[in-house]
């Protein structure tokens, strides 16, 4: 097939050839090859994105062998893991826009023909896919893969599993634990690289990326650790450059039906709250304001949960390689799909599901036996959030469907924590986090640290979580975040105090202040609003542009 990259064709461009030639390239390629950038999120403080190094030089030798030219550039990558509870956190969620930002600045800016963009976990994958959005080059979005299951003495352990353990532990022995067991899950929990194997937002970001079609059809629950994610990658680099060929564009794969189909998978698998903010903001990204919260909410009364994969269900998300992966899912609820949307392979949804299991399994329910007859996902709406807020409700004891609890106000998750921790929060609460939303924290806090407190000291029938703030994919339980409008941005959630009622209804999807509307506005009266937490730096420029939760809570595109 006939080539001509024009700008590093002809006499003119002789600069150019001249500066790769530099990297070691040869100029005599440079003109009649495809250029392939790819953008690698490797780094040694993440098991998810560890794995990235062997597995993008596998994606180079799939380019070369095609025909293309691989140009390998870093990209920033973070584990959440190690910031949870500290300062940090609230930043997790704004590399989304970094990574997005760095991936479209050096395609631009090298003139890339097409894109393998390369990650592994949590923020760091959606912000790829805002990426390839922006950037409408022919793009393959690579994933490193779930990491195998750990063990705990006999039992499967996963990563997203250990702070709710030690919490357990410390509240069980008195603010002390046994330092031999301590070890024995600080050992057993990672045993491999790749994403923590349960339905956090790593592996649910991970699995929507292939329900998106923006990476080929089977490939995205492939183990990080085995043979087949090499092969898998090889043939990626492969088809990228054939991609170039084709024009095969993200504005022709991440179309309004493909973000319907990822949706639905992610209530199929009573995926990460998260993953509701990340696909809002693809919308965002894509213009397509029918990407909304209501559509998540009538979704989730229509697709159970059949996935039976941890934190709702028993089992482990790398054991989906040999059921048949995401097909396999998908195919349960094929009904509801738009099966004439594309994946990257070429292939249309339809074609995958024709070969994809139809069985279903101990795993892989079906819809005759769904782990809950909706798709585990509740948006409410009320006087404290007119704009909404979510919960997973898949994770919610039946007795906590129906709440009314005296808030306990606190501004941060470490001192909402404390207070659990001493004693200080009785069953009938509710623990109001907030300043922890886009503008507050600012980049929005994952509550983890009071949300694994609440199942681990067993008060997941008598205590709620409200915050403005944002869970770990890992969390469940009676908890709601993304309360909308948050605190710094003047809403109700800022004028609650001590002893306010609550009331929490997940069957009417209601939220609600108990407090007569003049006691509110005597309050707003004497509010004083909190200082901005950072004055410089690109968080602060984040704080001014980010948009609401309900919009996804990314950086503004559009006017």
């Known amino acids: 097939m006939d080539f001509t990259n024009k700008i590093f064709d002809g006499p003119i461009a002789t600069h150019c050839r001249a500066t790769y030639k530099g990297s070691g390239y040869d100029p005599q390629d440079l003109a009649n090859r495809p250029h392939i950038g790819i953008a690698n999120a490797f780094s040694e403080h993440s098991p998810g994105h560890k794995p990235l190094r062997e597995q993008v030089q596998a994606i180079k030798n799939g380019i070369w062998q095609a025909g293309g030219i691989p140009f390998e550039f870093g990209i920033p990558s973070t584990c959440a893991e190690v910031a949870i509870g500290h300062c940090g ?34 923020n760091i994958v959606p912000g790829t896919l805002l990426a390839a959005a922006r950037c409408d080059k022919p793009t393959i979005c ?190 349960q609820i094929e009904g509801q799909l738009h099966k004439e949307c594309l994946n990257v392979s070429g292939h249309t949804m339809g074609e995958i599901l024709q070969s994809a299991p139809a069985a279903s399994n101990e795993v892989i329910h079906g819809m005759e036996n769904p782990l809950t007859k909706d798709g585990g996902l509740a948006v409410l709406k009320g006087n404290l959030a007119p704009n909404g807020c979510v919960m997973r409700s898949s994770s919610v004891a039946a007795s906590m469907y129906h709440f009314c609890g005296q808030a306990m106000v606190y501004d941060s998750d470490a001192s909402a924590y404390d207070a659990l921790m001493n004693g200080e929060v009785k069953p009938g609460s509710v623990i109001v986090v907030r300043y922890a939303g886009p503008i507050g924290a600012p980049g929005m806090v994952e509550v983890e640290c009071t949300a694994s407190a609440i199942i681990n000291l067993r008060l997941d029938e008598s205590v709620s979580l409200v915050t403005d703030g944002r869970f770990s994919g890992f969390n469940h339980g009676p908890i709601v975040g993304h309360v909308s409008p948050e605190a710094a941005a003047g809403g109700l959630i800022a004028y609650v105090e001590n002893g306010d009622f609550i009331e929490i209804d997940i069957e009417k999807r209601s939220i609600s202040l108990l407090v007569d509307e003049q006691i509110i506005e005597e309050r707003k009266r004497q509010y004083v609003a909190p200082p901005p937490k950072l004055a410089r730096g690109f968080m602060r420029t984040y704080a001014k542009n980010c948009l609401p939760a309900e919009l996804g809570g990314a950086m503004q595109q559009w006017d």
């Open 89 to 122: 956190m609230e930043q997790d969620m704004a590399m989304r826009d970094l990574v997005a930002g760095s991936c479209e600045l050096v395609s631009n800016i090298q003139h890339f023909d097409g894109l393998v963009l390369a990650a592994g976990c949590d």
């Open 142 to 331: 690579f994933v490193s893969g779930p990491m195998l299951s750990g063990r705990l003495d006999r039992e499967p352990l996963a990563l997203g599993e250990v702070l709710e353990i030690s919490v357990g532990e410390l509240n069980k022995n008195g603010g002390t634990v046994d330092a031999r067991y301590m070890e024995k899950l600080e050992m057993g929990a990672c045993p491999t690289g790749g994403a923590c194997p349960l339905f956090g937002t790593a592996n649910t970001m991970q699995v929507l990326v292939e329900a998106l079609g923006m990476t080929p059809e089977y490939s995205s629950t492939i183990p990080a650790a085995y043979t087949d994610k090499m092969v898998s990658a090889q043939r990626i680099g492969r088809r990228i450059v054939e991609m170039v060929f084709e024009d095969l564009r993200p504005s022709q794969i991440m179309t309004r039906e493909a973000i319907e189909n990822a949706i639905r998978l992610d209530l199929a698998i009573g995926g990460s709250l998260n993953a509701i903010l990340h696909l809002l903001a693809i919308g965002n990204e894509l213009n397509l304001p029918e990407i909304n919260l209501e559509l998540f909410d009538r979704m989730s009364h229509e697709t159970p949960c059949i996935a039976n994969i941890k934190p709702c269900g028993e089992h482990t998300v790398d054991k989906l390689f040999y059921l048949g992966g995401v097909p396999a899912i998908m195919k």
